[in-house]
């Protein structure tokens, strides 16, 4: 049986300068939050760079390269944050005000923990310019939640919330709302951070996912649909440590049966005592489930988003420096000039591993390190088990022949955006 995860992102769709009506045949974000519309809707790929050597699918990208990972506003953040020495706040240092009467380490009931923590959880709308070869260019916009982390203005939230925003704004519980920055996105754990102008923010106390019980109560809170936000729903931990696949990157998530709709992506899953146990991110897309979502352990969640924080980009992963595609049936393989359906590299990073080692565009990989791929997950499988610097073996198919290539890992850096001129 094939499991159908998705993550819980609301798309909106706000036509601007259109040649015609896109209603007629709607625009389709990718799970990562990115455009594929003419991967999705049948369309010839659209041809980048100079040589338009590059593959496009229905089958979403993965990337190695590392270049999903890098906000505009790392530089200046990173600076801003170790001067202003910026907190975020654990459930063993939580101080009890008169507001907050109840014992640390007390439950509440559901109704006094979505009062402490409503505020800390926000509404964050996106949007990004996209042109269609058909309808022209247009704004596509999207929806999500995100945590206060700090109250000096960092936000947690989604890769897939923000991921390809031209322009992310944050709108709190008060009625406030804030252009924000995006510091940083890391697409292997679904975790992203924002940064707003902001002082005295209502920061959440994060607790300690590893030390979570199935069966536990916890609380949900978002902005289902996009447009509900400040919603809560409650359940319990129905499973730890749950593997599975989203938008072809393998995660290990808890998983709750506390009701998440799209919206919710990013938002805050609390214990009984309104600590941040987990950032919401997946939901069960099969028509006949039902109480199955899933969201990071705040345990990963934190270590990540302090890392996005600090460096930009999560370090130390080793990368081969290219960009690879799954295409799945003979159909679109047909339709995108490729013989058969396999794993191709769509992109070689110039200077990177791959490009040192002689990996082109177009090669279908035919094994990693001994070990047959059928998958991206194969690909990725094998990566996680080196470590900067190891030699993996590549065999590629390109053309008739069959090639082979010794691939040193290198450190998967985000990339720098182009300098501005003027």
């Known amino acids: 049986m094939n499991n159908n995860w998705e993550y819980d992102y609301s798309e909106l769709y706000h036509n601007q300068n259109q040649k015609s009506n896109p209603a007629q045949e709607e625009p389709v974000c990718s799970a990562a939050g990115g455009s594929v519309l003419d991967e999705m809707n049948g369309m010839p790929p659209k041809k980048h760079g100079t040589n338009g050597k590059r593959i496009a699918a229905v089958a979403a990208l993965v990337i190695f390269c590392g270049a999903a990972g890098f906000g505009g506003g790392y530089a200046g953040y990173r600076a801003a944050r170790g001067s202003a020495g910026t907190v975020i706040h654990h459930a063993a240092v939580q101080e009890q005000t008169e507001s907050e009467p109840a014992a640390p380490g007390a439950a509440l009931s559901i109704k006094d923990v979505a009062k402490r923590v409503g505020p800390s959880v926000v509404e964050v709308t996106t949007e990004q310019v996209t042109t269609h070869p058909i309808f022209g260019q247009f704004v596509q916009g999207g929806a999500g939640s995100g945590v206060i982390l700090s109250q000096d203005g960092y936000i947690i939230t989604n890769n897939h919330v923000v991921h390809g925003a031209t322009q992310v704004k944050v709108r709190l519980t008060d009625g406030n709302e804030y252009e924000a920055k995006i510091v940083g996105m890391d697409a292997k754990t679904d975790i992203a951070v924002l940064k707003v ?105 934190v270590r990540v988003a302090e890392e996005l924080m600090d460096n930009g980009y999560v370090t130390g992963r080793p990368g081969m420096g290219v960009t690879v595609i799954q295409i799945t049936d003979p159909q679109t393989a047909y339709s995108y000039g490729v013989s058969q359906a396999g794993v191709y590299v769509r992109d070689v990073a110039e200077g990177g591993a791959a490009e040192k080692a002689g990996l082109k565009p177009g090669d279908r990989f035919v094994s990693v390190d001994g070990t047959a791929v059928s998958e991206t997950g194969d690909v990725t499988g094998a990566l996680a088990q080196h470590q900067v610097g190891d030699t993996i073996e590549v065999q590629v198919a390109r053309g008739k022949q069959i090639v082979s290539a010794s691939v040193v890992l290198e450190e998967l850096k985000p990339q720098q955006p182009a300098p501005q001129e003027g």
């Open 197 to 301: 102008e902001a002082e005295g923010l209502p920061a959440v106390v994060v607790g300690d996912s590893d030390g979570i019980e199935v069966g536990e109560p916890v609380i949900a809170v978002g902005n289902p649909l996009g447009r509900l936000g400040g919603s809560v729903t409650s359940g319990i931990v129905s499973a730890l440590d749950r593997t599975i696949t989203v938008g072809n990157e393998e995660m290990h998530l808890l998983q709750m049966d506390a009701a998440v709709s799209p919206g919710n992506s990013g938002g805050g899953l609390f214990n009984e005592r309104g600590e941040l146990i987990g950032i919401v991110n997946a939901k069960s897309g099969g028509e006949n489930t039902e109480g199955i979502g899933f969201a990071i352990p705040v345990n990963t969640a």
